[in-house]
């Protein structure tokens, strides 16, 4: 931990009549959400992005699986605290955006073989969650191949549709989005600069942050096919299928060490065959989008929130891997009490961006 | 067979000093092979097409495999005798046309499986080529999984680019092809109007054409991988493999009795799971392209050509099926002397266009 992540910071214009002058690098889902923050309390906040209406974020591949037990299990002890955090203030920060695809269906995770269930073991233990046979588990989804052979519902483990989450954080902050690219965080005169710009983050301060590679199909059918988000391991391949109400299935995804926007004979197959092994009627589903993106990954894939450095005049919010979408809210909460009092939470101090040097 | 495709016709105006004019409705590749013959034996010859610099036609999806053996072995009996005569005209064809990716490699017919071997054995067979084993395969083509059990090499099936052809063929052209939606043939004041319209031949002649869709995808990836057209049988899965000299690998095709233009997940499934079970290398190849076309099919999948009726204005020369890139150049001789002597070659006997009334 470095000492600018919890030394006292300068302090700044808080309960002025006009707040700080915020700036926001990177408008994907966590530059947005901080500056909708931001901007709720006060703070005269811009966003810049080099493409502010793009969909070359990872916002845009992301499938949108609320999952605080399941991706975390077995990763950074403290980010099972910061994702349950981020959970826990989902439903408000959804109701206050609108219809953003918020569904508490919930999610099964399935295993196909014999071995599959003896890889999901351990996690489900984990979860403290009740196996289900695989009978059980087409009373519960009827389109489950008779060959799904256990599982569990995890109640809370649900989905958002993070295009629409995007879209909503665009039009709350409506005029304060600036396309512009910025190389230098010099360049920029406001009295905090927030860094949230993803992979993009690496090359503005020089934090370990790295691209993880995921491949991402849509298809689309008739809807009602699928009621749960799945969470399946079918002969070793994972995959997650992820309903929307109007038909769209978001099949993904690979997790590859690679900087490319390269679909791949090999990516694809494994998707659509994981897919089509736990879900057969997604056969005559169109293959409506195939897209690539990169998670901004960490050396430990948590994220890096806090200050830069001592000069407490640079607020890091990037690295957050496979979570960024569920962690947006926690985030923004977290980073706007940090630029606007000066003072970390708690929960921040794992996370300090300094942790790696 | 009607009365129509044998009665002598009425002469045309052969050896005149301006050929006879001649409408070609379909500027695919049948419509601009023929209409490429008749210019160059003197006809006054129009093409005529809605989208003449389009991607519409089957020949843009088509891998260009010609394989006068492989594709007729239990089908129509004259067909076979279309076939080779076809597979023969090739050579000059193509190198009147310039680089249009001829290429005389040679098949390698695969099995993966022993029931793989057990379905694909009686093609062999029949075809007359000496079974190699797994390792004469992969001696042949190192690409080959260690799976692979048995095949044929089959040095008559070669393959060609079917999207230069086109080019080649509209280069040839120019200045004779126009954008044009024919609805009615009567539209047109041609003295002989050739109707080569694939699928679009059966609402302008009311004959049995259908479409049969294929859902055909391009890998690209280091040139070299395949030096043989790989023509696979896959646990029960077909697909074939055309490697281009510039890396691109066509891998094809479903055959599915729909109109629709729709990519699905089975479809795109099946030929992934087949190309990466034969060639495991095929895997990170990037996936460039994915598309859907419909083979003009007819109710013996042989094709349709002579004169639609009596009155010898009108011929048709559609129905091709899977074979209209191998079935070009015989299509355009015999047709082009239908048109310009008004005598049918005994060849065309077995496809008069009225044969299934």
């Known amino acids: 931990m470095t000492a600018g992540s919890t030394a006292a910071p300068d302090p700044i214009s808080v309960g002025a009549e006009v707040g700080p002058r ?5 408008g994907g ?8 923050e931001l901007l709720d309390r006060g ?22 699986m609320l999952a605080p037990g399941g991706e975390s299990a077995f990763e950074y002890p403290h980010l099972t605290r910061l994702l349950e ?10 109701a206050r955006l609108g219809d953003v695809g918020y569904d508490e269906a919930g999610t099964l995770s399935v295993a196909l073989t014999a071995d599959d269930v003896a890889d999901c073991a351990r996690e489900w233990k984990h979860q403290k969650l009740a196996r289900l046979s695989g009978s059980q588990l087409r009373d519960l989804e009827p389109a489950l191949s008779p060959r799904v052979r256990a599982g569990v519902f995890a109640p809370t483990e649900i989905q958002v549709d993070p295009r629409k989450v995007v879209a909503a954080l665009r039009a709350f902050l409506e005029g304060r989005i600036r396309s512009r690219s910025i190389s230098d965080l010099s360049e920029l005169e406001a009295e905090v600069t927030v860094v949230a710009a993803g992979c993009g983050t690496a090359t503005l301060t020089g934090l370990p942050i790295r691209p993880v590679k995921g491949q991402v199909l849509r298809l689309r059918g008739e809807p009602g096919l699928l009621r749960h988000v799945i969470d399946g391991a079918a002969d070793g391949r994972h995959v997650y299928l992820v309903p929307r109400a109007d038909g769209e299935v978001v099949v993904g995804a690979t997790q ?3 900087a490319d926007r390269q679909l791949t004979a090999g990516g694809v197959h494994d998707l659509l065959r994981a897919a089509l092994d736990l ?4 056969a005559e589903h169109e293959i409506t989008e195939w897209t690539v993106g990169h998670r901004p990954g960490s ?21 957050h891997h496979r979570n960024g979408i569920l962690l947006a809210p926690i985030t923004a909460r977290l980073i706007a009490d940090l630029v606007l009092t000066g003072s970390a939470d708690p929960l921040l101090e794992a996370f300090a961006p300094g942790r790696f040097g």
């Open 43 to 64: 703070a005269d906040v811009t966003v810049y992005d080099p493409a502010p209406a793009g969909t070359d974020g990872a916002w845009h591949v992301a499938a949108g």
């Open 299 to 319: 050396p430990d894939n948590a994220p890096l929130l806090g200050f830069l450095d001592d000069s407490h005049r640079t607020v890091v919010a990037a690295g």
């Open 256 to 258: 590859e060490e690679r």
């Open 85 to 94: 955090a981020s959970g826990e203030l989902w439903p408000s920060f959804a």
């Open 279 to 282: 879900v057969p009627g997604l």
């Open 29 to 36: 889902i966590i530059g947005l959400a901080i500056a909708a």
């Open 22 to 26: 915020v700036a926001v690098v990177g």
